[in-house]
C-alpha cells in the first residue's frame, strides 16, 4: 500500500463514512433500548456483577485525561522525529506539517475515544468502556516511545 493511499478524496469519504457510521450505530443502539416495565423497586434477575456507574466518574475522567495527555504527547513526538528529519508514514503531509490541522486531528482523537466509551456505557458494557481507553493509552504510548526512539536522519 502507498504512503499516498490517504490523501484526497479517499481519506474525506473514509472519514465521512466512520462518522455516518458511529452515529447511525448510536442512534440505533438508542432505539433498540427496549423500556422497563418493572418497577425500580423490584429485584433485577441476572444483574451483572459489575453495578452501574456515572459516566463521569473518577476512573473515567482519569483514563480520558490519559488519553488526552498521550495524544499530545504523540503530537510533540510527531514534531520531534520531524525536525530529527523523518517522514511520517501514517498520515498525510499535509495535515502533519499544518500545526493547527495536526491538532485538531490529535483532539478528535480524544474526543473519538470519549465518544466511543461513552456508547459502550450507554450498552451497558462497562468493561469495554473502561478499555477503550486504556487500549488507546497504550497504542497512543507505544507511538510516543517509538517516535522518540528513531535515529536522527541528518
Known sequence: MSRHFFRGQNSFRAIL?????????SAHAQQLAPPNPRPASAPVPNAPSQSPHAFWDRTNILL???????????????RNFQARGR????IPDDV?????????????GTLTSVGLSYWM????????ERWISIVHIGVTGFGVVR????KTKH
Do not use: M, P, W
Open 147 to 150: 517516535n522518540y526512539s528513531l
Open 96 to 108: 502533519v506539517n499544518n500545526s493547527a490541522a495536526f491538532a485538531s486531528l490529535e483532539a478528535a
Open 17 to 25: 463514512f466512520a462518522i455516518y457510521f458511529l452515529a447511525a450505530a
Open 64 to 78: 480520558f485525561s490519559g488519553v488526552a495527555v498521550f495524544r499530545g504527547l504523540d503530537y510533540a513526538s510527531t
Open 121 to 128: 456505557h450507554r450498552a451497558n458494557h462497562h468493561k469495554i
Open 87 to 90: 517522514d511520517e508514514v501514517l
